[in-house]
C-alpha cells in the first residue's frame, strides 16, 4: 500500500512538477518546497495540499484509480477546494473502527442522554404525580380524620348519653326490685344456661318513657287525698299483700274456698295486682302474648291463672282461661289443679305468675293431663321464687317434660318452655315436689 501510495504521491509529484514545469513562471525555490509539501504529507498520510486545482483533481483521480482497482489501499476525502485527505488503509479500517466505535459511544452516549432525558421527564411526571396523590392523600387523610373525629365525638356523645340512661334505668330496676322481693336474690349457677344480662337500652327507654307518661297523666288526674281516701289505700295496699301471702301460702283448694266466700276479696287482689304491674318495667304477660301470636293459629290454648283473661282477648287462638274467680265473662271459675279440660285436648297450657299454692305439683300434673303428646307448657316466674333454676327445671322434666326454650335475660321474670314427652297418669306418687319460694311484697 505504501508502494502504491507513493507512486501516486509521485504521481502527484510528478504532475506537479510539470505542471509548474509547463508554466515556467514560478521560481525554484518555490517548486521545492511544494515538492517538500507532498513529499511530506504522502509519507505521513496526512493532509495534501495542492498548489492549485488541477493537481488536487489529478491525484484525487489516482488514488480512485488505485481504489477502483480493488486494491483498496487508500482513502481519500476531499476537504477542500486544495486540501485532499489521503488515509492508509490500515489507517482508514482504524478511523473506521474506530469511528464506528466512536459513533457507537456517540450513539451510546446520546441513547443515554436520550433515556435519562425520559427518565427525567417520566420522573417529572411521576414526581409530579406523586405529589399530586400525597397532596390528595394528605386531603382524604385530614378530611378523614376531620370526619372521624367528628364521628368519634358523636359516638363519645351517644355512649355517654347511652351510659347515663342503662344508669338511670338500672338504678330504677333495682328500685323496683328490692320493692318487689323481700327475699335476698341469689345468684343463678346453671352453668348450661347462657345468661344474657344485657339489658335492651332502647326497651327500656321506651318503657320508661311510658312509665314517665303515665305518671304524669296520674298527678294530673289525681285530686289532693283526704285522710280517710289515704287511709283507705293504705287498707287496700296491706289487703292485697294479705291475700297474696294466703295464696301463696295455702293449698290451692283452700283459697278457692276463701274466695269463692268473699269474692269482693278476689277483686281487691286483683286491683292491687294491676298497681303491681304498673311498678315493672315488663308485664311478662306481654311476652307470653308475642310467642303464642307466632304459634300455629289452629292451636288451642288452656290459661291457667287467668286474672281478667287478656291473653284470651289478644291473640286468635282458641283460649281456656281459668282462675278461682271469674272476672268477665271469657273466665271458668276453678282451681286449676282440676279443671274440667279433657285429657290431651290443649296444645299450650301457661302458667303467668300464677304457679301459687303449696300444691305445685297438683298444677303441673294437671298440665299435663290436659296437654296433647308434643304440647306446650309456657311458665313465667319473678326470678326471685327460684332457688336454682336447674333445680326447677329437672323437677319439671321429671313430670313428663323435656325443656324446649328458656329466657333468663330479663332482670325481673323468667322464662321457660317445656314440651310434653309423655303422659304421667299413674305415676304421681313417685315424683319429685315442686317448690318455688312465696312471692312477697313490701310495704310501700
Ligand atoms: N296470669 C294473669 C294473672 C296473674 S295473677 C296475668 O298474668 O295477668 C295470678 C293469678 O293466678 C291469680 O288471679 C290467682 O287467682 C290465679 N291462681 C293461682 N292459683 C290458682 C289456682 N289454683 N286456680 C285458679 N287460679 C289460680
Redesign the pocket.
Known amino acids: 500500500m505504501a508502494k502504491k501510495l507513493k507512486k501516486s504521491a509521485t504521481n502527484a509529484k510528478n504532475t506537479g512538477k510539470n505542471v509548474s514545469a509547463k508554466n515556467n513562471r514560478q521560481t525554484r525555490k518555490q517548486t521545492e518546497d511544494d515538492k517538500n509539501k507532498h513529499k511530506s504529507a504522502i509519507i505521513k498520510d496526512h493532509n495534501l495540499k495542492f498548489k492549485n486545482k488541477s493537481t488536487k483533481n489529478k491525484l484525487t483521480k489516482t488514488v480512485k484509480q488505485i481504489h477502483k482497482n480493488g486494491e483498496k489501499r487508500a482513502f481519500i476525502n476531499i476537504l477542500n477546494s486544495d486540501t485532499v485527505n489521503v488515509v492508509n488503509v490500515k489507517n482508514k479500517d482504524k478511523g473506521k473502527i474506530s469511528r464506528q466505535v466512536q459513533n457507537k459511544k456517540n450513539q451510546q452516549i446520546n441513547d443515554k442522554k436520550l433515556i435519562q432525558q425520559k427518565q427525567n421527564k417520566k420522573n417529572k411526571i411521576s414526581d409530579q404525580s406523586k405529589n399530586k396523590l400525597n397532596n390528595d392523600k394528605e386531603l382524604a387523610k385530614k378530611a378523614k380524620s376531620k370526619s372521624t373525629g367528628l364521628e368519634t365525638k358523636q359516638k363519645q356523645k351517644l355512649n355517654e348519653k347511652t351510659k347515663k340512661l342503662s344508669k338511670v334505668l338500672k338504678k330504677q330496676i333495682r328500685q323496683k326490685e328490692s320493692k318487689f322481693s323481700t327475699v335476698p336474690k341469689k345468684k343463678n349457677n346453671d352453668s348450661q344456661v347462657i345468661i344474657n344480662r344485657n339489658l335492651d337500652i332502647k326497651h327500656l327507654e321506651k318503657l320508661l318513657a311510658n312509665k314517665q307518661k303515665e305518671q304524669k297523666m296520674k298527678e294530673i288526674n289525681m285530686k289532693p287525698q283526704s285522710l280517710r281516701q289515704r287511709m283507705m289505700t293504705k287498707l287496700k295496699a296491706s289487703r292485697f299483700r294479705y291475700l297474696n301471702e294466703t295464696?301463696y301460702n295455702n293449698e290451692?283448694s283452700e283459697?278457692?274456698k276463701y274466695f269463692k266466700s268473699d269474692p269482693d276479696a278476689?277483686k281487691a287482689?286483683?286491683e292491687g295486682?294491676k298497681q303491681q304491674v304498673d311498678q315493672w318495667p315488663v308485664n311478662?304477660?306481654d311476652i307470653v302474648i308475642a310467642s303464642i301470636k307466632k304459634m300455629p293459629k289452629e292451636y288451642i290454648v288452656a290459661?291457667?291463672?287467668?286474672?281478667?283473661a287478656?291473653l284470651a282477648t289478644v291473640v286468635p287462638h282458641k283460649v281456656h282461661s281459668?282462675?278461682?274467680v271469674s272476672l268477665n265473662e271469657n273466665v271458668t271459675a276453678?282451681?286449676?289443679?282440676h279443671t274440667n279440660l279433657l285429657a290431651s285436648s290443649v296444645n299450650v297450657v301457661v302458667f303467668?305468675?300464677?304457679l301459687?299454692?303449696t300444691n305445685l305439683k297438683d298444677?303441673i300434673v294437671e298440665a299435663n293431663r290436659v296437654l296433647k303428646k308434643g304440647g306446650i307448657l309456657k311458665i313465667a316466674e319473678v326470678e326471685s321464687r327460684f332457688e336454682q333454676v336447674k333445680d326447677f327445671i329437672e323437677a319439671i322434666n321429671s313430670y313428663g317434660f323435656k325443656i324446649i326454650w328458656k329466657d333468663l335475660s330479663h332482670n325481673l321474670f323468667y322464662f321457660l318452655d317445656f314440651e310434653k314427652e309423655k303422659d304421667i297418669r299413674g305415676r304421681r306418687n313417685n315424683l319429685p315436689p315442686i317448690t318455688l319460694k312465696p312471692c312477697l311484697y313490701k310495704k310501700r
Open positions: 295464696l290451692s283459697s278457692k278476689f287482689y286483683h295486682y311478662p304477660l290459661d291457667f291463672g287467668c286474672g281478667e287478656r281459668f282462675d278461682f276453678c282451681d286449676v289443679a303467668c305468675l300464677s301459687m299454692g298444677y
